[in-house]
């Protein structure tokens, strides 16, 4: 089989790229997208309640801009011969490819860790759901350990006594023991020092208890040893301990950095494969400003329209556009104390409790969904890379140390 554009992965990136492909292309290309799954999963919201209705199937969006659909697992890739392998046996073979597959969580490496719940895909967040059913019918003093006190460790935490009483536990909702675990000294590292008031006191507000500094040595299904040898108890075990690029991106020629991303020029350009653009959690790419990329929903959409928007223009022997990301926001899920939103890469408090809410629920349930509509019209103009609306800021980060890689 031979495809124009290829593009790999069925997330927030890959759809997008998919796309803006066509957008671009219009009739001059065939444009096919391969995922396991016909599902965009809304991985932002696998935290909340009811995580079976997380996913929306993009095949009717990718029919109506005759965007082929393969089902399968890409396996192997040789930049060479321009091909991808999918785990059937099957080779796509391409003019130009588009590599999105997203990341994983990286399960610490601890004895035990693969007995974990986590919430990283829709069937690990159905899994706990179910468990979280069970705690429900069984005790009405639960313990539940979540490990990793960063951003989904934070809003899974705070949601966990209404996560509960979506059950209809609710008693043991109430009683509910949280343990938020870290082997940082401070909740949210990563967030900065700016909104970690705002966080301990919505923390605090909920009876969440903190165990920070802590080394865990082992995992089983109920319980969390520590280094120090005490164990923790508990009905589930939880982990939230952040993510690195899916494998296959390993098999991209050139420097990785530290999560394994593929480093990639302003274009969104393998520089160690002219015909592959990477994108999404596999892409470690400056911003346009000095900083570099986020493994987050935010990223990853603007990632795959430009990383589309290219492969598609460098078909037609266009000149490609640089990637450049809207004004970052971030916006945190508190649970009952509503939600904390801030503005740049300081990330300076721009709104709280019942207002931040509002603005998280707008972002979680219709900016990150595929247009409302599902036209054609409102499907390509979503895929516009919108580079007037962008803006540039001053401070810049140090380069991502990287590692190299070889060629498939």
Sequence with gaps: MLCNILIIGGGFAGFWAAVAARRV?????????????????????????????????FRPHLEKLEIDFVRGAAEALDPAAKAV??????QIAYDRLVVATGSRMRRPPVPGAEAAFSVDTQAEAIAFDRRLKDIAQATEEPTIAVIGAGFTGLELALELRDRLLAHGAHRAAVRLR????????????????????????????????LRLGAVVQALQADRVSFADGTVLAADAVVLATGMVAAPFAAQIPGARDALGRTIVDASLRAPGARDVF??????????????????SCQHAGQLGRVAGENAARDLLGEPTVPYSQLRYLTCLDLGRAGALVTQGWERRIDKMGEEGKALKRMINTKVIY?????????????????????TRQMDAPK??????????
């Design 370 to 390: 595929p247009p409302a509509d599902g036209s054609i019209e409102a499907l390509l103009a979503s895929s516009s890379i919108d580079l007037a609306a962008r």
């Design 85 to 90: 392998t999918l785990a059937a046996g099957d």
């Design 399 to 408: 380069a991502p140390e990287p590692v190299q890689g070889g060629a498939a």
């Design 178 to 209: 949280i343990v938020l675990i870290d082997r940082a000294e401070t909740i949210g590292p990563e967030l900065g020092p700016g909104p970690r008031p705002a966080i301990e006191r919505a923390l605090a507000q909920d009876g969440i208890e």
């Design 25 to 57: 292309a219009g009739s001059r290309a065939q444009v096919a997208l391969v995922s396991p799954r016909p599902l965009l999963e809304i991985r932002p919201r696998l935290y909340e309640a009811h995580p079976e209705t997380l996913a929306v199937d």
């Design 278 to 295: 990477v994108a999404g959690d596999a892409a470690a790419a400056d911003t346009g400003d000095g900083h570099w990329t986020l493994q």
